[in-house]
């Protein structure tokens, strides 16, 4: 395959922990783009958040877990092999020298994400290595912010096909069929309190955070 016809797929997170809604919505991007592989990258230090509870390391192997044998979806740790804050626009710098500068790249993020893009570390360079694409989160549906509107009002376009004829530069934003509500925040919660995360988790990752003790509060 050549490089042009290439379609590659970046969403990055604290994963902290990776649960069901995460995975279900990686497949279902996977499919909506019929991407040819789509990387999901764990920051080491998110710039605009908090540390998270558990080691970089940690993240990795329970993101790895839960993946499995996923077709198309790939545990990458170029983010955890880099010191400092984990910017996007290094990381899809990286990610665009690979592939070349003909093939698909996009970048997903999530609703709530998105309206803090315009605070990110040099958000318009973004587009100048990857597309866009924001998926719909429930219960997020407020207008734009300013600086948020002026930075993707021009570059929207409303359809996979349209946002493909291109490289990079687009935005679309994009509602999966599942819609899970589920946050790695409730996900802790439950944890800390020993509360059930069946059907929350996947097996693997459920098991991983048991025998690890991982997101448990000391007694």
């Not at 290439?6 to 969403?11: A, H, Y």
């Not at 540390?51 to 390391?57: F, G, H, I, L, M």
């Not at 003909?102 to 309206?115: E, K, N, P, S, T």
Request: charge should be negative; include cysteine.
């Amino acid at each position: 395959m050549s490089q042009t016809e290439l379609r590659i797929g970046m969403l990055g997170g604290t994963f902290d922990p990776i649960h069901l809604g995460h995975l279900r919505s990686a497949v279902e991007l996977y499919e909506a783009l019929s991407l040819d592989r789509l990387h999901m990258i764990p920051a080491q230090q998110p710039p605009l958040r908090g540390r998270p509870q558990v080691s970089a390391k940690q993240r990795l192997a329970l993101l790895t877990a839960g993946i499995g044998d996923t077709p198309g979806l790939i545990a990458d740790d170029r983010e955890l092999r880099r010191d400092g804050p984990s910017y996007s626009a290094d990381t899809l710098a990286e990610l665009r020298s690979e592939v070349g500068d003909q093939a698909r790249l996009v970048m997903a993020i999530g609703y709530d994400a998105f309206l803090r893009l315009a605070q990110w570390h040099q958000p318009e360079r973004l587009f100048e290595l990857a597309h866009l694409v924001v998926i719909a989160r429930p219960g997020y549906g407020d207008p734009l912010p300013a600086p948020l509107r002026e930075l993707v009002e021009q570059r929207r376009v409303d359809s996979i096909e349209t946002l493909m004829q291109q490289p990079c530069g687009g935005y679309l934003p994009l509602e999966l069929p599942s819609l899970m509500a589920i946050s790695a925040t409730y996900v802790r919660e439950c944890l800390e309190a020993r509360k059930s995360v069946r059907y929350l988790l996947p097996d693997p990752v459920e098991r991983a955070i048991e025998q690890g003790g991982l997101y448990r509060q000391c007694e």
